[in-house]
C-alpha cells in the first residue's frame, strides 16, 4: 500500500464543546498554521490533492470524539477514524529462537 502522507502541519488546536477549532488563537504565532510544502511523489498527485483535503476537512471545524479505542473526526457525512498504532499493532511476544 502507498503512503499518501508527505507534508507535515502543525499549528495551535483548541476544543470548543467536542468541535475542532485549528488553528486556535495563538499569541506566540502570527501565523497559527505550520507546514512543510514538497512535492514527494510527482507521479502521484492524488497524494497531494489528499493532503489537501484533510486540511480543508481540520479547518473545517469537524467534532471528535472518542468512541472505544478511537478517535473519530466527523463533517458532515464525512468520519475519519484514528486508532493508535500500539492498538493497531500491537507489541508481539519475543520467539526463542536457541537450538533445542
Known amino acids: 500500500m502507498d503512503a499518501a502522507r508527505c507534508n507535515d502541519m502543525e499549528g495551535p488546536a483548541g476544543l470548543t464543546g467536542s468541535q475542532l477549532v485549528w488553528p486556535a488563537h495563538s499569541l506566540f504565532a502570527r501565523s497559527n498554521i505550520l507546514s512543510t510544502v514538497m512535492l514527494c511523489n510527482p507521479d502521484k498527485p492524488e497524494y497531494m490533492a489528499q493532503e489537501h483535503w484533510v486540511?480543508?476537512?481540520?479547518?473545517?471545524?469537524?467534532?471528535?470524539?472518542?468512541?472505544?479505542?478511537?478517535?473519530?473526526?466527523?463533517?458532515?457525512?464525512?468520519?475519519?477514524?484514528?486508532?493508535?498504532?500500539?492498538?493497531?499493532?500491537?507489541?508481539?511476544?519475543?520467539?526463542?529462537?536457541?537450538?533445542?
Open 55 to 100: 486540511y480543508d476537512l481540520l479547518r473545517a471545524h469537524p467534532t471528535i470524539e472518542v468512541r472505544g479505542d478511537e478517535l473519530v473526526i466527523t463533517k458532515g457525512t464525512t468520519e475519519i477514524h484514528l486508532l493508535d498504532s500500539k492498538i493497531a499493532n500491537p507489541d508481539r511476544p519475543l520467539v526463542d529462537l536457541r537450538a533445542p
